[in-house]
């Protein structure tokens, strides 16, 4: 199986960048696209699609969020971080079976 | 507006089994693969399975595999996922989830699994 890291929790101040790292154990590209994903999970939410194959803005959602990478490192970036952004963010791979997630990165404000 | 309402849920005994359903809503949902993801309390998300818009693939996480079954019945607009020999390990919130990029997820049903 495909393992996603992910750093357990990262502080930001609010309207300064945040940048959540995600590194998988295998290449996750494949023909030219990453089969790299992004959710944000708010406390007693269902999770939401932020950015999916590596870089593609979800429908929605705000140009604040950004995703980068390929291979087997891959980013999420949000720039400003406004005081809405708080939730846990995972990654995860959709390249091979079983498509395995991250184990979530909890953002808080400083 | 897509939806996806899951139930079926509930507290069962160890070994014993249970069906979940997912009724969706606001698109065409014999054109999407559809998927089964858990969340155990206060954990992180487990993908656990998937099935084509036609049925005609299925895949499992090892964890659940030869236990649960994921199905669907185009004509209802429903995804099932029927549990078997069901562990302490199994407790958590279920959510069905809609195609390749899961890009809309139910609100979830809970399954206690506990003697």
């Known amino acids: 199986d495909i393992v996603l890291t992910q750093s357990p929790a990262l502080a930001v101040s609010l309207e300064q960048r945040a940048t959540i790292s995600c590194k998988t154990s295998?290449?996750?590209?494949?023909?030219?696209?990453?089969?790299m994903h992004w959710y944000q999970q708010k406390p007693g939410q269902q999770p939401k699609l932020l950015i999916y194959?590596?870089?593609n803005l979800a429908s929605g959602i705000p140009a604040r969020f950004s995703g980068s990478g390929s291979g087997t490192d891959f980013t999420l970036t949000i720039d400003p971080v406004e005081a809405d952004d708080i939730a846990t963010y995972y990654c995860?791979?959709?390249?091979?079976?079983?498509?395995?997630f991250g184990s979530g990165t909890k953002l808080e404000i400083k | 507006e897509v939806q996806l309402v899951e139930s079926g849920g509930g507290l069962v005994k160890p070994g014993s089994s249970l069906k979940l359903s997912c009724v969706a809503s606001?698109?065409?949902?014999?054109?999407?693969?559809m998927h089964w993801i858990r969340q155990a309390p206060k954990k992180g998300l487990e993908w656990i399975a998937l099935?084509?818009?036609?049925?005609?693939?299925?895949y499992y996480a090892d964890s659940v595999k030869g236990r649960f079954t994921i199905s669907r019945d185009n004509s209802k607009n429903t995804l099932y996922l029927e549990m078997n020999s069901l562990r302490s390990e199994d407790t958590a919130m279920y959510y069905c989830?809609?195609?390749?990029?899961?890009?809309?997820w139910g609100q979830g049903v809970m399954v206690t699994v506990s003697s």
């Open positions: 989830a809609k195609g390749q990029l899961r890009d809309y």
């Open positions: 606001g698109f065409t949902f014999s054109s999407y693969g």
């Open positions: 099935i084509y818009y036609d049925s005609s693939n299925k």
């Open positions: 295998q290449n996750v590209d494949n023909y030219g696209i990453s089969y």
């Open positions: 194959e590596g870089s």
């Open positions: 995860q791979q959709s390249k091979d079976y079983p498509f395995t």
